[in-house]
Each structure stands twice: as C-alpha cells, then as structure tokens.
C-alpha cells in the first residue's frame, strides 16, 4: 500500500449524529445509520482517498491512500463518515462515499493458490505479503480468491479484509 503523510511518502505493508456503534471492539451491532453491521470490512473506491483526524473536511488528512480495492475495516460510523483501521492497523475518518462493499483482501502471509480448498489441492500460484486478492467464495476456512489472471483457493488466516467462513 502507498500511503501519504503530512508530505513524505511512506511504502507500507500496507450537526453530525454520534458514533453509531460503542467503542467496545468485540461488539457486532447494526449501524442505525447504514443498516450494516459495525465492524464489517469494506474496501477503497478510489486511487486517491484522504484519510482524516476527523469526520469532517475540516479535520487535517492523516493519510492519503493510492490503492483502490484495499480492505478497511469499518469501527464506527458517523452521518456520511467511517471510522475504519487499515491493513497496517491505522485509524482514520473516510467520507463514506470513498469506500466500497467490494469484497477484497490483502495477503498477510505468503501462501499457496490452490485449485481445490484444501491443502493437498494442486499449487497454482505463490501469492506474496502484501498482495491484493478478491474475494469470490468461501469454504470450511478457505477463500477463493481472484489476483490477475489467477483464480484459486487459499487459506483464509493468510490474508486482512474477510474472514472465512
């Protein structure tokens, strides 16, 4: 992930209403405000989105984000804001129209595609730390996962942004 802060590029691994959700992390509450859980994963719309201290164009940008599709995981939920973390555990505020229901994934951990969800599924390709996957199925603790032209099975504890089922 490309990250911008105050100025100096950093290559990374990677009347408004109130928090919709409490700050207790391990809660799964519905938003009265979106009508999706709080926390769920989202992913960047856009190549260009302005993370900020917060909910408000008024707040100073934190980050600036250049990788549309990367998962962020929605914490809180303002009036058109989103509290999210990244991938690299930071926590900004993002305009809601900058994020996207798309399901996508970063790889955490370099892991083998497979063509069955399995480990003795035959290995399609090798898919490094920091890799961006979509996410297309899931099964018994596997994903499938598109990258590229690939399309195959890993396992889900080797990527952030989804989990599997």
């Known amino acids: 992930m490309i990250r911008v802060m105050v100025g100096i590029l950093f290559f990374g691994g990677f009347g408004m209403a109130g928090p919709a959700v409490a700050d207790d992390p391990g809660a799964i509450r519905i938003s009265h405000i979106s009508g999706k859980p709080v926390p769920r994963f989202e992913s960047l719309r856009y190549d260009r989105v302005n993370g900020r201290a917060g909910p408000s164009l008024e707040h100073p940008i934190r980050w600036r984000y250049e990788r549309a599709g990367l998962p962020v995981m929605i914490l ?42 399995s480990e003795e599924g035959r290995a399609l390709a090798r898919l490094h730390e920091g890799v961006q996957v979509e996410i297309l199925e899931y099964s018994d603790g596997f994903i499938r996962v598109g990258s590229g032209r690939y399309r195959g099975w890993i396992d889900g504890d080797a990527i952030w942004g989804q989990t599997a089922d």
């Open 76 to 117: 809180k939920e303002t009036e058109g804001w989103r509290y999210v973390q990244d991938p690299d555990g930071d926590e900004v505020w993002l305009h809601a129209r900058m994020l996207s229901s798309a399901q996508t994934a970063v790889v955490t951990d370099a892991t083998l595609m497979r063509a069955k969800p």
